[in-house]
């Protein structure tokens, strides 16, 4: 419990400085990309063992979508010599992770152009584990981390990276963690150091902000089964929302939603899983494909597929875990302020939120054998959106407008 508590206040502040960001340029989808190789060593800390070394190696593809913040897609790989003490088998994991890197030094003092850099770093994402005589495990995963980066030639820079990752306490007998130290070269493509603005980004703190509010039903989904209206398995999804357009490609949005779901289907009296509360909150990073390859006057309908992670916890017998989200915001203009939207998602649980815990079968566990991706709660939500202020990247009337028109 403490350990999520304290991931949910390190993802809190970022949350709070990515949302009081300037926009960079980045409106191209090519534009502050990078990609980077690193290897090194991994060290698996778990109660069942002595702490064994390894090798780590990682490889990363991201892009600088505003001034101060990175955001990346990186794959890791931990060869260990074994996963628990006295059982002599290799054991490896390989984790997926979404992060992000936040340049301090752009947030409070404007510096460009430093050979040497630090950034902070906060992952989520799923970690897969083998060995050991077991079965393959699937679960979420967070990770802190610390990038030191020096720049040795014009789009090459060559970076010191130490992580660490936790991972969930079922099945392994106590929180784990995963720690690595790898030493890499990242390649910088159309390199862009003044991080000039275009004209459709958002300029000001103040400018560009929504809040929307919407319901519709859910469904709570083990492998997609008993999706039938009658065998009641579904739930209320209502949800509030806040956010960004900080370009006409990229935004950003925090929410609070859930209300009712249900633990997995007991097939032995053909009825749905015992009813449960929960709720989540998640910040989501969304991406225009309306304006993807540039922006264009007159477009109504939006069209955003977005990721996001946070937290869900379960109000009966109060439990708080790591989610990942994934979905597609369909958003209509309307007016000046206000915006009508439709909001197809599928929130991704550990099974243990859904009633079960890793290693159980049968009726009302929760549990299902395929990987974590398939236990979730799709919903669909409809909802209004209303607009603070002047809005530069959501909706331009066209060049040959006119009042009589």
Known sequence: MRKILFVAAIISIFN????????????????????????????????????PMGFSGNF???KWILSPLAFQATFDFMSLPYLYTGVDQQGSFALGTAEFMWDFNSTFWRIRHWKLNFYPML?????FRNGGGEATDHEFQTMLGAHLSYRFARGWDLFLQGKMHFLPEAGNGGGCYLTS????????????PFHRRTQYESREVAEDWFMGFGLGPNFSSFTFEHMSPSEGMYGLAPEIMMGRNYSNFWTIRFQLGGLTAHERYDTIKGEPGESYSFSTLHTDVMLNLTHAIKFTRGKR????????AGL???????????AADFGVFFR??????SDLYLDAKYLMV??????GKTGEEGPGTGLVSSPILWVGIPSVTVGYIYNFGHSTTRYRLPAHWSPES
């Open 301 to 308: 309908l939006n069209v955003l597929p977005y990721l996001g």
């Open 16 to 51: 709070f400085q990515f949302s009081t960001s300037r926009a960079q340029v980045g409106t191209d989808f090519g534009v502050n990309m990078y990609m980077s190789l690193s290897g090194g060593v991994s060290i698996y800390d778990n109660p069942k063992n002595d702490n």
């Open 350 to 355: 550990p099974p243990r939120i859904a009633g």
């Open 123 to 127: 992952g989520l994402g799923v970690s």
């Open 312 to 322: 869900v916890w379960r109000y009966d017998h109060l439990q708080f875990d790591i």
């Open 332 to 337: 209509y203009y309307i007016g000046r302020h």
């Open 60 to 62: 990363s593809v991201g």
């Open 181 to 192: 130290l790898t030493l890499g070269v990242t390649r910088q493509f159309t390199d862009s």
